[in-house]
Each structure stands twice: as C-alpha cells, then as structure tokens.
C-alpha cells in the first residue's frame, strides 16, 4: 500500500502498512510517569501536586510525529512507546539505555523548529544524539 492510496481515499477509512522514509521529526516527548496517577517520577519520586501518592512505580511513556513519505505522498504520522524506539531506529539495549538516562529528570521534550542551521537540543536528550547518530533534523 502507498501513502498517495491512503491520502487519496479521504472518505473511507485504510489502514495498512507503508514502507517509507523519516522525512524529520516534529516533536518527541519521553517521560516516566506514576503508574496511579500518571504525574512525573522524578528521582523515583511521584511529583503529584494534590497531595502525596502512594506509588513510586514509574511507566516509560514515549510520543512523538513526524513528517513521512514513501514517493507517492508526504505525512505526519504519530508514534507511542515502542513505535518511538522504532522510528528512532534504536534496538532493544539503546531504548533502554535511553530510559535510564530520562530516568532522574522524569521527562524530556524535543521540537523540531525548522531548517535554520540553529536548532537547539535539550542537553538532556544529548545521549539520544550520541546514540543514534541519524537523530537531527532528519532522520
């Protein structure tokens, strides 16, 4: 199936799988949340607001979307958690090694702001970069 297929169908509703290239990354938001009350775990620490919280069990949660396309048709598609590691082209041992490093902050937020030659990355999602030397203003 090609994206100019799914594009093109607009009434109906496809679903199927496209072979396509990562044009850039929009955005990419990695975080460990309370597995009660899905706050931020800081330092092992739920940082609900409300009063404390009796978990200090935290979940990896992943997001992001991107800008993709296949020849036929550009789009913007959005992952979650293993889709993330995925899209990242990151095996099983980086994802985790990643995990680890967001791990004390709780989360981190990456926007892609354009070509500019001036893009900033979060000093925390740096390891992300050495990682994965693809990651940067296209994947």
Same mark, same amino acid.
């Given at each position: 199936?090609? =994206?100019?297929?799914? #594009? %093109? %169908?607009?009434? &109906?509703?496809? @679903?199927?799988?496209? +072979? !396509? $290239?990562?044009?850039?990354?929009?955005w990419l938001k990695l975080q460990w949340v309370? %597995? =009660?009350? !899905?706050?931020? #775990?800081? @330092?092992?620490? +739920? &940082?609900r607001g409300s009063g404390p919280c009796l978990s200090a069990v935290g979940i990896f949660r992943a997001n992001a979307s991107a800008i993709v396309e296949d020849g036929t048709a550009e789009a913007r598609v959005y992952c979650k958690d293993k889709q993330v590691a995925d899209l990242l082209a990151l095996g099983s041992v980086k994802w985790e090694r990643? @995990? @680890? $490093?967001i791990e004390p902050q709780g989360?981190?937020?990456?926007q892609y702001q354009g070509r500019t030659g001036h893009e900033l990355v979060s000093e925390s999602l740096f390891? =992300?970069? #050495? =990682?994965?030397?693809? !990651?940067?203003t296209s994947f």
């Open positions: 199936m090609y =994206l100019g297929n799914l #594009i %093109s %169908s607009r009434g &109906t509703r496809l @679903q199927g799988i496209v +072979c !396509c $290239h990562v044009v850039n990354a929009c309370c %597995s =009660l009350c !899905c706050s931020i #775990i800081k @330092q092992g620490k +739920c &940082t990643l @995990q @680890q $490093h989360e981190v937020y990456f390891p =992300l970069f #050495i =990682l994965n030397p693809k !990651c940067g």
